[in-house]
């Protein structure tokens, strides 16, 4: 099996096979001497970004992040604004906010987390499951890249080490997204929305009298949820517990049920 590194692109190496050639016995040939150099700032490669990980200890980390969920999915079920919106509406900001609200329940619970290499499928395993005839079933798995931005997104927030109500109303300006396409009461929303990030800005002036940036880092910060996918969420934290069900479905159910 070739472990090297695959990060230098085909065309690359076949466009001019000589230089490439060269180049690479140049670094082949650099002195011993400086290998202490390169080795105490090592680079990281795209391989190692694109690996793909699963949780070193699922059995903890997925249980701490079934009970976020759960208590995410309740602090939207007890807004009143929310619960008076359309059925249609409620359904489509629940898609679109679950992932962020999850994220922010995992910062304000300093829930951490440690993740491995991805075992590989053995041949059998793979034939058994049809994954070679049907490969536009796999989902779509976690990967040191996307691991590595949610990461830097929990420790943003906990370096804020934000207040309670700092979280909650975070959470509302989360929830009360208008630019969700579609939405029956986008006006109530854009309204609902401005309300809590107001409520979040006079929270943070009474909390931090004397740091007139906090308000923006606070919501700069907030700005990186949205570069951490669903799938990664589902497929890291979630697929372990609930196997082939459908994580949004299972969402709906806790919403919605009386």
Same mark, same amino acid.
Request: negative net charge; charged residues 20%.
């Given at each position: ?15 001019? =096979? *000589? ?22 700032? =090592? ?38 604004? /929310? ?7 409620? $359904? ?9 609200? $999850? ?9 951490? $987390? ?20 049907? =490969? ?15 990461? @830097? ?47 979040? @800005? ?12 906090? $308000? ?11 570069? *951490?996918? =669903? ?24 919403? /919605?049920?009386?």
């Amino acid at each position: 099996m070739d472990n090297s590194c695959h990060c230098s692109t085909t065309s690359e190496r076949l466009s001019n =096979p *000589i230089l490439y050639n060269i180049l690479s016995q140049m670094e082949n040939c650099k002195p011993s001497l400086n290998s202490t150099n390169y080795n105490s700032n =090592p680079h990281r490669c795209n391989c190692e970004l694109r690996r793909t990980v699963c949780l070193k200890w699922p059995s903890e980390v997925c249980k701490e992040a079934s009970a976020v969920l759960v208590k995410t999915i309740h602090f939207m079920k007890n807004l009143p604004a /929310f619960n008076q919106m359309p059925p249609n509406d409620q $359904f489509a900001l629940l898609k679109s906010c679950w992932a962020p609200l $999850f994220v922010l329940g995992l910062a304000q619970e300093h829930v951490d $987390f440690e993740v491995k290499d991805t075992p590989a499928d053995s041949m059998l395993k793979k034939i058994l499951l049809n994954r070679q005839e049907n =490969p536009e079933t796999e989902r779509e798995q976690p990967t040191m890249a996307g691991v590595s931005k949610l990461k @830097s997104c929990l420790e943003k927030f906990w370096s804020l080490d934000l207040s309670p109500k700092e979280y909650a109303y975070l959470k509302g300006t989360t929830i009360f997204n208008p630019d969700v396409p579609d939405l029956q009461a986008a006006d109530f929303v854009e309204g609902l929305q401005r309300e809590a990030q107001n409520a979040l @800005s006079r929270v943070v002036q009474l909390l931090h009298p004397g740091d007139r940036e906090r $308000f923006a880092r606070v919501l700069l910060t907030a700005s990186m949820l949205q570069s *951490i996918t =669903p799938s990664l969420i589902c497929e890291l934290f979630f697929r372990p517990v609930i196997g082939q069900a459908d994580l949004l479905e299972l969402l709906v159910d806790m919403l /919605f049920c009386n």
